[in-house]
């Protein structure tokens, strides 16, 4: 009987970095002989697209309750579509964004965390969670250039204080991501390394 995976995901502000350091991080653990799989949510099934096109191409944000439970569902067919089913092949699965994106930014627009994480109790939780924490002013700078509902500062300001709640009781590992990208991607690859030692 095969091994089960190992799941990590890698969460961040928007323009953070945390999906070109995703992508590396499995490209770093191929070239060392893992079998490591990228995904990303809102993930690419049918809602995760519906999200994408109707939800986060808006001008103006639809209610975060909304936002919140649209996320979930697409959490749980992402974990049955994609996930598990890498994870019983004994793969390394790393997500772009999770279920602290949720709490996070839903959290952020002043949802209650704990009805967050009862509509999301079905996600597995992840094995490892890495947060790339970039200064709001940097990652504001970053996406003035794109539209987006969620690139004010304040609001960014905010998501990044739910995230230091989570890398203060243990539940994120936090990286510094405001460097050159070579060093963060060295000390991303650091942590799971030593991770999977464990």
């Excluded at 070239?31 to 109707?54: C, N």
């Excluded at 997500?95 to 994480?117: C, H, M, T």
């Excluded at 509902?149 to 230091?164: A, G, I, K, N, P």
Aim: a positive charge.
């Amino acid at each position: 009987m095969k091994k089960r995976g190992v799941f990590i995901c890698i969460e961040g502000l928007d323009a953070s970095g945390k999906t070109t350091h995703a992508r590396r991080l499995v490209r770093n653990l191929q070239r060392r002989g893992f079998d490591a799989v990228y995904t990303t949510e809102p993930s690419l099934g049918e809602i995760g697209r519906f999200i994408r096109k109707h939800i986060l191409q808006r001008k103006r944000r639809v209610p975060s309750v909304m936002e919140a439970l649209l996320f979930a569902v697409d959490r749980v067919d992402h974990m049955e579509k994609e996930i598990k089913p890498a994870l019983e092949e004994g793969k390394i699965v790393v997500s772009d964004r999770y279920v602290y994106s949720s709490l996070a930014y839903q959290g952020a627009a002043g949802l209650d965390l704990k009805w967050i994480e009862e509509i999301n109790k079905l996600a597995l939780p992840p094995d490892l969670a890495i947060y790339v924490d970039v200064p709001p002013e940097v990652v504001v700078k970053r996406i003035r250039r794109k539209k987006s509902v969620m690139e004010r500062l304040e609001t960014q300001r905010r998501v990044q204080e739910v995230y230091m709640k989570f890398v203060e009781d243990g539940r994120l590992v936090s990286i510094n991501g405001n460097r050159k990208k070579d060093e963060v991607a060295r000390d991303i690859l650091a942590v799971v390394l030593d991770f999977l030692k464990k």
